[in-house]
């Protein structure tokens, strides 16, 4: 299968590439992305055939029909990877927490957050194409809170890559903080930055974009990816989990077979919506795709208005920070899905230029057949917590509890809603502390113990462990200064 662009082709590139090509050249022509040329069509004769399988099994099936340019056992040793997770028999369990509400906890890997899912395997896919070409290659990560521990985790010590990893300072929660910054592998570099996570992400887009960068990359014989959602690579295993929630449901009961689901996304940058949209696309039942947002709600109201409207808007910190941000990037890709090139084009220049763009009354009402969404506060984010966890023994991390608004004012209650639970409730203690005890302005440390006994959970020893090791990646930078650090870096 080959890939094409979401803004049609220039003169400077081809038309259409393997995916091969477009993880490791992950920025199309005139800024765009890269997206299948086609889907594959799994059916429900898919769905029956692996309704018993493991979910290694389901994931090397899956990306054979996607029919990619990568030796099967390299597919194997990456998704090998899932067996690093708590429990190699179910990576992704899902958990019934109310009536009709089901929780698929994405969580279980090596930095307890849904980044795990895809770029676990990811890093080895892309070290091994970069071997086999023997090229080396410079891997930017710009994060919110999750894609970098993540990235780092997978790519550390790997062969062929060096990464960069962008956060902002002060824009993520201290165990994610700490994740990245006690990092100590040599092909590793984490640059803080005095801005916003869309800062970040701004900058890495910009450099994948700037013949001068990676000219002055290829003097050093360094090529340049990314391994944010706006890698392809990062998307086509985030798929998968949406097709293994399902039969999951299917296995313990809860529906029949190609019943329909609501699948409840607390989105960000909008990857694990994609995910969720393509999965419905190739043949899963599903009724319509929930959008949970905080109070940076731009996806409810392109969803609700069809205005995506930056104008005067600025980024607002809250308790669900992962989600603190406001240029969804594959938000293009449905885009494109719906409408074709010309007209993403057109959308796409119009926010990058004008801050702003609008869905004709055509446009907005396909867009809601396939999308809701609803947004939630951060004070009506810690009653969730608090009541779920209290009246049906659920403990959930900030962002899920985004998905207990949407749920209750997006969702038919007689057909089953499957929600994404995309952190652990260690990475962001001092909320849920807050939530549940009341406690304000609690250090990590002190509120993962605090959260320990009142929940009779116990801490894992590798978040712990955080706490002691001595921090290695230091550098806080003003965002102008992005490229003149990390070319020092490399």
């Keep these: 299968m080959n890939f094409i662009q979401t803004r049609g082709c220039d003169a400077t590139k081809v ?55 990568i030796d099967k056992h390299v597919i194997d040793e990456a998704l090998n990877l899932y067996d690093r997770f708590d429990n190699p028999k179910n990576p992704v369990p899902v958990v019934r927490v109310k009536e009709n509400l089901y929780v698929s906890e994405l969580y279980h890997g090596p930095t307890r957050a849904f980044k795990d899912m895809a770029l676990q395997p990811f890093g080895v896919v892309l070290s091994s ?55 100590d592998a040599k092909n590793l570099k984490v ?25 002055a990359l290829k003097k050093k014989n360094i090529l340049l990816s990314a391994a944010n959602s706006v890698n392809f690579g990062r998307i086509i295993f985030q798929i998968i989990y949406h097709i293994h929630s399902y039969l999951e449901l299917v296995r313990q009961g809860a529906i029949l077979m190609g019943e329909k689901v609501y699948l409840n996304v607390p989105s960000g940058n909008f990857g694990n919506a994609l995910g969720a949209y393509y999965a419905w696309k190739m043949g899963l039942g599903v009724e319509k795709i929930i959008i949970s947002s905080n109070e940076n709600n731009v996806l ?46 057109e959308l796409m220049q119009d926010l990058e230029s004008k801050n702003f763009y ?32 209290y009246n049906n023994g659920y403990l959930m991390d900030p962002h899920t509890a985004t998905c207990l608004k949407s749920y209750e004012t997006c969702s038919n209650p007689k ?61 806080v930078i003003e965002k102008e200064d992005i490229e003149k650090e990390i070319l020092k870096f490399i």
């Design 300 to 345: 409810t109201k392109l969803i609700k208005t069809g205005k995506y409207d930056l104008r005067d808007l600025h980024v607002v910190s809250t308790t669900s920070p992962a989600m603190d941000i406001l240029k969804s990037s594959n938000v293009e890709r449905i885009l494109f899905d719906m409408f074709g090139f010309e007209r993403t084009k």
């Design 15 to 69: 038309k259409s590439v393997t995916f091969s090509e477009a993880i490791l050249n992950p920025i199309a022509s005139f800024g765009g992305l890269y997206v299948p040329e086609a889907l594959p069509s799994l059916g429900e004769a898919f769905l029956k055939k692996h309704l018993n399988s493991s979910y290694k099994e389901l994931a090397s099936d899956m990306l054979s029909r996607f029919e990619i340019d």
């Design 415 to 475: 057909i089953k809603t499957i929600a994404y639970s995309t952190a652990e409730w260690t990475k962001f203690s001092p909320v849920i502390a807050n939530a549940l005890t009341g406690e304000v302005d609690a250090q990590d440390i002190i509120a993962l113990e605090s959260i320990s006994k009142e929940a009779k959970l116990e801490i894992p020893a590798m978040v712990k462990a955080l706490f002691t090791k001595p921090i290695v990646q230091k550098v």
């Design 358 to 389: 609008e869905l004709n009354a055509d446009e907005l009402s396909k867009l809601q057949e396939s999308f809701d969404a609803d947004f939630c506060n951060g004070d009506e984010g810690k009653k969730y917590i608090k009541d779920t966890f």
């Design 129 to 183: 194409i970069a071997q086999k070409r023997d090229e080396h290659y410079l891997i930017l990560a710009a994060t919110s809170g999750d894609t970098g521990p993540a990235a780092l985790e997978t790519f550390k010590n790997r062969a062929n890559v060096q990464v960069a990893c962008l956060y902002p300072d002060g824009g993520t929660s201290d165990v994610q903080r700490l994740q990245m910054v006690t990092e």
């Design 191 to 215: 640059i803080g930055i005095n801005g916003v996570f869309d800062d970040a992400q701004n900058a890495l887009k910009r450099l994948l974009a700037s013949d001068d960068f990676k000219s």
